[in-house]
């Protein structure tokens, strides 16, 4: 924060910018810092020499001054309620406490000040009513937008499952002549032919290691590659690294610089790599390496 | 790679403000660009916009005018220096070198015309209070919030809800609920909102019957 504030020393300043321009992962940070100080600017949360002295940055940069009227209206959207922006200097009303605006005990007449009074209170509990109602009401449809999500989530994988199966079975069905109308049953992934030169594995996240959950890969004497097709959660990261361990967490084989298709990502691992035994596989995404997804599996002879 | 071919394309029709000849970025010498990212091209043209952004963040913070026109300077030096056959060893260090001596010119530019800041910061208070039910930003946030996919949604959403205690509790069941770090879900929002804010920047460019 004290960067974009201006009273970083010369020396502090230019070490900063060094490493945000060599490493991916300082300069997201630094995003994110950028991001989170607009936002508190917009919400009145800084003091006003802070504010002054971003509002010179600002004016110099339409992209900044773009910025700060997004995250305006984002703060007034998602979080209306303390919504404070630059003051503007208004003139200000004679000083009234609310029991006197509301009762009107210093000015006029009683009995309708009164009568309003008493409207008021009436409008004051039936406001607080409404409040509550629409904050339950609130609560619930965070909870259903979080099941749909959810459910939508599981669908697409199922889909994407099926789709995967139904392509290994038309390949190893044309490698052997067999019928590709062969229907594959959902949810399951076949044990690749022992003989075939290059085996398929589909995997998707949240698999158990233990070995009891671990889908199984029977490999032959004529397997040269296991191709692996993760299904991807999330898909927002511009490259992944994948790596396959053993029980030992001992790596055994690692590719990076890899982009999915769809919600998929596709790894061919040499099989001489793979003796028989349990393995993991971890996904990460780049440029900041965050662990994304880890699955498991099996291989058998 | 879109962003790095119109840039091409901008300079080479660019005629210099100063009257003097002035280098302008050939189609090879972006290539040479490029490759010197990566000899990958999706990846040159992603670490370019990468590129590209730290150098419009710097000269930005560093309270210089026109932080894009600065930034493709740089690019354009360095694209140069390239073409030229000099070897550089480590390229993101040297654009920031770069950068600097960029940075260093453009002060010396501004003390001779200095920019009416009082006038800028009075344009940008009066933007910032202007009614909310006026600024067509509300309709294009709408908009984009509804084109992400659920999850998205449901994170930005709850991520911007809460306020000061409410909001870091809220924070830390939305990281339970996504099995990831408080860390990891503010890299995640962060994320989400750039999108987000890219989709309300077209959104507002769009014609008004569009949105």
Not at chain 1, 80 to 92: F, L, N
Not at chain 2, 9 to 22: F, L, P, Y
């Amino acid at each position: 924060m004290r960067y974009f504030l201006g009273t970083l020393s010369d020396e502090e300043k230019a070490r900063l910018e060094e490493s945000y321009f060599v490493d991916d992962a300082e300069f997201e940070e630094f995003e994110i810092e950028e991001e989170e100080l607009i936002d508190r600017y917009v919400r009145g949360e800084l003091s006003k020499e802070e504010s002054d002295q971003l509002e010179k940055t600002f004016a110099r940069s339409p992209r900044l001054i773009q910025r700060v009227q997004i995250a305006r209206v984002l703060a007034n959207r998602l979080a209306p309620e303390k919504v404070v922006t630059v003051e503007t200097p208004q003139p200000r009303p004679a000083r009234v406490s609310w029991w006197q605006s509301l009762f009107g005990v210093s000015t006029g007449s009683r009995a309708p000040a009164m009568a309003l009074g008493f409207s008021a209170l009436l409008l004051l509990l039936g406001g607080a009513t409404l409040l509550a109602a629409y904050l339950s009401l609130r609560e619930q449809s965070r909870q259903l937008t979080a099941q749909q999500a959810e459910l939508e989530h599981r669908q697409r994988l199922l889909d994407q499952q099926a789709a995967d199966l139904k392509a290994q079975t038309d390949e190893l069905a044309r490698r052997f002549q067999l019928p590709s109308e062969t229907p594959a049953p959902p949810q399951v992934t076949p044990t690749p032919q022992a003989s075939a030169p290059v085996v398929f594995l589909t995997l998707s996240a949240g698999v158990t290691r233990s070995g009891d959950g671990s889908q199984s890969l029977r490999l032959g004497p004529e397997t040269s590659e296991v191709q692996l097709t993760l299904n991807l959660r999330d898909t927002s990261y511009p490259s992944y690294r994948v790596t396959v361990n053993n029980a030992d967490r001992g790596e055994v084989f690692s590719r990076d610089g890899l982009h999915p298709q769809a919600t998929r990502l596709k790894v061919r691992v040499p099989a001489k790599h793979l003796p028989p035994g349990d393995y993991y596989v971890s996904v990460y995404g780049g440029p900041a390496n965050e662990s994304v997804a880890d699955y498991a599996f099996r291989v058998t002879k | 790679m879109s962003s790095a071919n119109s840039h091409t394309n901008e300079v080479v029709s660019d005629t210099s403000a100063r009257g003097k000849t002035k280098w302008v970025l050939t189609q090879g010498a972006l290539e040479k660009l490029l490759n010197s990212f990566s000899p990958k091209r999706d990846e040159a043209a992603e670490q370019y916009e990468w590129m590209r952004r730290r150098l419009v963040r710097f000269f930005e913070w560093r309270g210089v005018d026109a932080a894009d026109e600065h930034a493709d300077e740089t690019m354009n030096r360095v694209a140069r220096r390239i073409d030229e056959g000099q070897t550089i060893d480590n390229l993101k260090s040297y654009f920031y070198g770069v950068a600097r001596m960029v940075y260093l010119e453009a002060l010396r530019d501004r003390e001779h015309a200095p920019m009416a800041l009082d006038e800028a910061i009075h344009d940008l208070r009066e933007v910032i209070t202007q009614e909310m039910e006026l600024d067509p930003r509300v309709v294009c946030l709408d908009r984009c919030l509804e084109s992400l996919p659920p999850q998205n949604r449901y994170l930005i959403v709850n991520f911007y809800e809460e306020e000061k205690r409410a909001k870091i509790e809220l924070r830390q069941e939305l990281a339970d609920k996504f099995h990831i770090s408080i860390n990891a879900l503010r890299i995640r929002a962060h994320r989400i909102r750039v999108n987000l804010e890219e989709c309300i920047t077209t959104c507002l460019q769009a014609p008004a019957g569009a949105k």
